[in-house]
């Protein structure tokens, strides 16, 4: 069975910092790109950052250019968002997607 | 960035009877390798996207038959021929024809 358990998520201050994980099984996570999408409350799906199958090709939203990083460890099926200088427009479910699948989302919630 | 547009943002349909979403990008989703990169997702609420279709009427296996895609180029079109309860949801269209990946504001279906 495909799973992506997303980890990660809470309550951050404005400015600050948090790192999301995904955790990946079922599938041969190494051959697909990934990606993570966000909905923030009430609203619909925007596209955060993209990460090719090798890490060689890597893609941010404008948004969150310059602030946010994505990465991958494909030894341990394992995806990540390092996220700096939060706002509070960041508050949003995180979800970790290939495009045929996705977990279930982590909630970040930026206020101070 | 690729803009997409669908219309309408909500639909109330009779059980049984047929519904139309369209979704428009502002360029091409045709790909040099002959395949067009746009997908259709349900967003039942409470739970993360699925997909239903992928390169524009490629349905997933166990989606129903009742779901059609159709369109090139620039316009696409997703069909329920019959709309069931289970249809419930906001659907979503998606471009990765270039990055980063774009989805449509989403279409709200609800039975009457």
């Known amino acids: 069975e495909v799973q992506l358990v997303e980890s990660g998520g809470g309550l951050v201050q404005p400015g600050g910092s948090l790192r999301l994980s995904c955790a990946a099984s079922?599938?041969?996570?190494?051959?697909?790109?990934m990606n993570w999408v966000r909905q923030a409350p009430g609203k619909g799906l925007e596209s955060v950052s993209y990460i090719s199958s090798s890490s060689s090709i890597i893609n941010y939203a404008d948004s969150v250019k310059g602030r946010f990083t994505i990465s991958r460890d494909n030894a341990n099926n394992s995806l990540y968002l390092q996220m700096d200088s939060l706002r509070a427009e960041d508050t949003a479910v995180y979800y970790c997607?290939?495009?045929?699948?996705w977990g279930q989302g982590t909630l970040v919630t930026v206020s101070s | 960035d690729i803009v997409m547009t669908q219309t309408p943002l909500s639909l109330s349909v009779t059980p049984g009877q047929p519904a139309s979403i369209s979704c428009k990008s502002s360029q091409s989703l045709l790909y040099s390798d002959g395949k067009t990169y746009l997908y259709w997702f349900l967003q039942k609420p409470g739970q993360p996207p699925q997909l239903l279709i992928y390169e524009v009427s490629n349905r997933l296996s166990g989606v129903s038959d009742r779901l059609s895609g159709s369109g090139s180029g620039t316009d696409f079109t997703l069909k329920i021929s019959r709309v069931e309860a289970e249809d419930v949801g906001v659907y979503y269209c998606m471009q990765s024809r270039q990055l980063p990946r774009t989805f449509g504001q989403g279409t709200k279906v609800e039975i009457k």
């Open positions: 997607a290939s495009t045929k699948y």
């Open positions: 079922g599938f041969t996570f190494s051959t697909y790109s």
